[in-house]
């Protein structure tokens, strides 16, 4: 008895210790982002970003949006924008700060999500640097533009399927999530249309057998993840 609790306070303590790193890398790259935000508060636009700000300000004033929405655009990110505006504040430096720490987010998700996968901690820690400090990310987060909204979507999402597949966690729930992620990723990217398709083929591999035992119940889970896809884009 005694050595299991011992073993059970050494399994805790390494799980804080690399918890704790993980936050202390993460806070390090949020101070370095909105150093970034603060030297170069001009920089937030580019040739893409009126359109979907002129969307953002149709929505709020209850005009009629632009015909077919924004040429070649998806209306997801005027909607995330719309929210943030009327939510937090009609400055857009403070949708590019959440768009900072969304992006952090993204790295944690991501890292985490492959520990699950059983990657060593080195090479998670060093995949996380790679994308939290990459300078062409952290371009694109402090840009008015749906990249950062997607990536960190497509994170929740495969967060939540590793977790699913390798720490039990309830299929349904996490399917019913995924599926409504998706739905909305569609209609922020609609690019993206593909992934909910690669995430449903997950459950034939073999990991999953233990999960999904019977083919309806596959099935059912994939249905769960493809439909609100299917759904926006017909």
Not at 11 to 21: G, K, T, V
Not at 105 to 113: K, N, W, Y
Not at 137 to 162: K, Q, R, W
Not at 165 to 193: H, K
Request: glycine fraction near 6%; charge should be positive.
């Amino acid at each position: 008895m005694e050595n299991k609790i011992s073993e059970s306070r050494l399994h805790l303590s390494f799980i804080n210790r690399n918890a704790l790193i993980l936050l202390f890398l993460a806070l390090v790259a949020l101070v370095i982002r909105f150093g970034f935000l603060a030297e170069y508060p001009n920089s937030t636009m580019h040739e893409d970003s009126g359109p979907y700000v002129d969307e953002a300000e149709r929505l709020l004033e209850g005009r009629e949006t632009a015909t077919g929405g924004i040429p070649g655009r998806a209306p997801g990110y005027p909607l995330f924008l719309a929210a943030i505006i009327s939510l937090i504040s009609p400055n857009l430096l403070y949708t590019i700060g959440l768009q900072h720490v969304l992006g952090v987010a993204t790295a944690m998700l991501l890292t985490v999500s492959m520990r699950m996968l059983g990657v060593g901690r080195l090479l998670s820690y060093t995949f996380f640097i790679a994308v939290a400090f990459a300078h062409r990310l952290i371009h694109y987060d402090n840009t008015i533009g749906p990249e950062t909204l997607t990536m960190f979507l497509v994170s929740v999402n495969f967060f939540l399927a590793c977790g699913m597949a390798l720490r039990r966690w309830n299929p349904w729930v996490c399917s019913t999530v995924i599926g409504a992620i998706f739905g909305y990723l569609i209609v922020v990217r609609s690019a993206a249309f593909i992934i909910p398709f690669l995430f449903s083929a997950w459950l034939m591999l073999p990991v999953m057998r233990n999960l999904c035992a019977t083919w309806p119940r596959r099935i059912a889970l994939m249905a769960l993840i493809v439909i609100p896809t299917i759904t926006v884009m017909t």
